[in-house]
C-alpha cells in the first residue's frame, strides 16, 4: 500500500509538471515568454513566416506581442523594431506605462517593404526595452527581444478579393488572405470592408470571408509572378440590399430641411431575434451622432423594408456628412451598410429647417411679453388715487338754526 501511494505520488508530479510544460511551449500561436528581469514578452510575433514582395506591406490582424511588468513598480516601455533597410515595422503603440504586475498586448500594424530592398531572408526583431524616471533623470531597467523571419521576394502578383451576396451585391464583411507556408497558414492581409486589394510574393492562398464573426466562405488558389488573380467570396448572410439617403428642401426658405433613409434588408441564413437597425451619422469625419431607427425585433427570411426621416438636432451645417446603417444581433454589431455621402454648402444649409421655427418661436415670445406688459402697467394706472379738483370761490356757509 505504501509503495502504492508513492507511485501515485511520482506519477501526479510529473503529470504537473508536464501540463506546466505544455502550457508554457506549445499553446498554438504563442511563444513562451522571454523573461528580462522585471520584464517579459509573449504574444504571436515570433511565430510567424513572413514572405512579403518589394513594394508590399503585411496587414495581418492576429499579429502582436504582449509586453509583462512582473515588477512591485509602474515601469516605461519603448518599443523598436530591428529590420533590414527598406523593411519597417508598425506598432499600434511603440511608448507607454506599465502597472504593477500587469500586461499590454501590442498589435504589429503591418510590415512594410519597400521597392529598395533588397531580395533574400532576413530576421525582423523587436525589442522592449524598461525604464524609470526620477531625480536622476532616465534609468534603464532592461530588455527583452522577440525574432521572426522574413523573407523579401523580387517577384510579384496581384490579387482582389470582394465578398459579394447570393445575388450578386456587395457585401460589408472581413476578408482575411493567408498565405500557404508549408503546412501553416500566414496572414498576409486583411479588410474590413468586403473589399481587399494586395501585392503578393508567387504562391498558394486561402482567402475567407467573414461576417458576424462566422466563417461563410473560402476559396484557395494560386498566384504566379505578373499575374492578376480576382475573387469573388459569396457570403449567406443577413446584409443591406438598398440603401439610399434622399435630400428634401423646404419650400418657403429653400434651405435644406431633412433627408429620407430608404433601406432594404435581405435575410438569406436564418431568422434571428433582437435584430435592430442604427442609423450612424458623421460630419467632417468626427461622430455627430447615432441613433435607433428600427428597434429590436425578430428578422425573418422576407428581410425588412424601411423609411426614416433624418434632421441632425442642432440644425443642417456646412460640411460633409457620411450616413451609414448598422445591424445589430441582440449588443453585437452584425453587418452594416456602405457609407453615404452628403455635401451641404452655401448659406441655405445653416439652420436648415428649423429657421423658420425659431423665428416665429422668437416673436411669440415678444408678442406675449408685450401684452403682458401692456396689461400690468394698465392695471398699476387703475389703482392709482385721482388728485381732488379745487372749488371756485368761497363755501358756501350753512345758515343758522
Known amino acids: 500500500m505504501k509503495i502504492s501511494r508513492f507511485y501515485k505520488t511520482i506519477a501526479l508530479w510529473l503529470a504537473v509538471c508536464t501540463m506546466a510544460c505544455f502550457a508554457a511551449v506549445a499553446v498554438p500561436g504563442y511563444s513562451a515568454a522571454a523573461d528580462g528581469g522585471g520584464i517579459a514578452l509573449s504574444g504571436t510575433f515570433s511565430s510567424k513566416t513572413f514572405e512579403i514582395p518589394q513594394g508590399s506591406s503585411v496587414e495581418a490582424s492576429n499579429v502582436n506581442i504582449v509586453v509583462f511588468n512582473n515588477d512591485d513598480e509602474s515601469i516605461g516601455i519603448n518599443l523598436t523594431g530591428q529590420c533590414p533597410t527598406g523593411v519597417s515595422l508598425v506598432f499600434s503603440e511603440s511608448s507607454f506605462e506599465l502597472a504593477p504586475d500587469s500586461h499590454k498586448t501590442v498589435s504589429i500594424v503591418s510590415i512594410d517593404v519597400t521597392t529598395d530592398a533588397v531580395p533574400g531572408e532576413y530576421e525582423v526583431s523587436i525589442t522592449a526595452e524598461a525604464y524609470t524616471t526620477g531625480v536622476e533623470g532616465i534609468q534603464l531597467l532592461g530588455s527583452v527581444r522577440q525574432t521572426a523571419s522574413l523573407t523579401v521576394t523580387g517577384e510579384s502578383g496581384t490579387v482582389s478579393v470582394q465578398t459579394v451576396s447570393p445575388d450578386g451585391i456587395p457585401v460589408p464583411a472581413r476578408i482575411r488572405l493567408f498565405k500557404v507556408i508549408g503546412s501553416s497558414k500566414v496572414e498576409f492581409a486583411y479588410s474590413d470592408t468586403g473589399l481587399l486589394n494586395a501585392t503578393v510574393s508567387p504562391g498558394s492562398y486561402v482567402a475567407e470571408g467573414y461576417v458576424g464573426g462566422k466563417l461563410l466562405d473560402e476559396e484557395s488558389f494560386d498566384i504566379a509572378a505578373g499575374e492578376t488573380k480576382t475573387i469573388s467570396l459569396t457570403v449567406e448572410t443577413i446584409y443591406f440590399y438598398h440603401f439610399a439617403v434622399l435630400e428634401y428642401f423646404n419650400s418657403d426658405t429653400g434651405n435644406l430641411a431633412y433627408v429620407e433613409i430608404q433601406y ?24 455627430l451622432e447615432q441613433k435607433t ?19 441632425p438636432l442642432e440644425g443642417w451645417k456646412s460640411g460633409d456628412y457620411s450616413f451609414k446603417l448598422i445591424l445589430k444581433i441582440g ?30 418661436i422668437v416673436c411669440a415670445i415678444v408678442v406675449v411679453f408685450a401684452v403682458a406688459l401692456y396689461m400690468i402697467l394698465k392695471k398699476r394706472k387703475a389703482k392709482a388715487p385721482q388728485p381732488q379738483s379745487k372749488k371756485k370761490g368761497k363755501e358756501e356757509s350753512k345758515p343758522q338754526q
Open 331 to 360: 449588443d453585437e454589431v452584425y453587418t452594416y451598410s456602405t457609407e453615404k455621402q452628403l455635401d451641404v454648402t452655401g448659406d441655405a444649409s445653416v439652420g436648415g429647417s428649423n429657421t423658420p421655427l425659431i423665428i416665429g
Open 293 to 311: 431607427i428600427a428597434p429590436p425585433n425578430r428578422l425573418t427570411l422576407d428581410g425588412v423594408n424601411g423609411v426614416w426621416e433624418y434632421t
Open 264 to 287: 432594404t434588408v435581405k435575410n438569406v441564413y436564418e431568422e434571428v431575434d433582437d435584430a435592430s437597425i442604427l442609423l450612424d451619422v458623421t460630419l467632417d469625419g468626427e461622430p
